[in-house]
């Protein structure tokens, strides 16, 4: 998984960013929903990236947005989805391969 990849759009390699969970901030409204606060630079195409806890590979949840200064640098302020937040849209995505076969 961590190695280069070949693909339609050429080669793919993972980029990895560390951080630590600044804040965890609540919902504030109704159909709201809690956003964790990171402090890793968001800069282009990291959006959707997984935010891992280190010690075990579990996945916390997925990048968001980040914020930039005036000038459009990059910050070191991400957000995140809580993983169990995006779990019921991952349960319901599954597509056919190729040989047929259903995968989710």
Do not use: C, D, W
């Amino acid at each position: 998984m961590f190695l280069l990849t070949q693909t339609n759009r050429g080669i793919v390699q993972p980029t990895f960013y560390e951080g630590i969970i600044s804040a965890i901030l609540p919902a504030t409204k109704p159909g709201e929903t809690r956003l964790i606060q990171i402090t890793a630079q968001s800069m282009g195409g990291i959006s959707g990236g997984a935010l891992f806890n280190p010690k075990n590979g579990e996945v916390l949840g997925m990048v968001t947005s980040g914020l930039n200064s005036s000038e459009g640098t990059p910050l070191p302020v991400s957000y995140a989805i809580p993983s169990e937040v995006i779990v019921p849209y991952v349960k319901a995505l599954n597509f056919e391969t190729k040989s047929g076969e259903r995968v989710r």
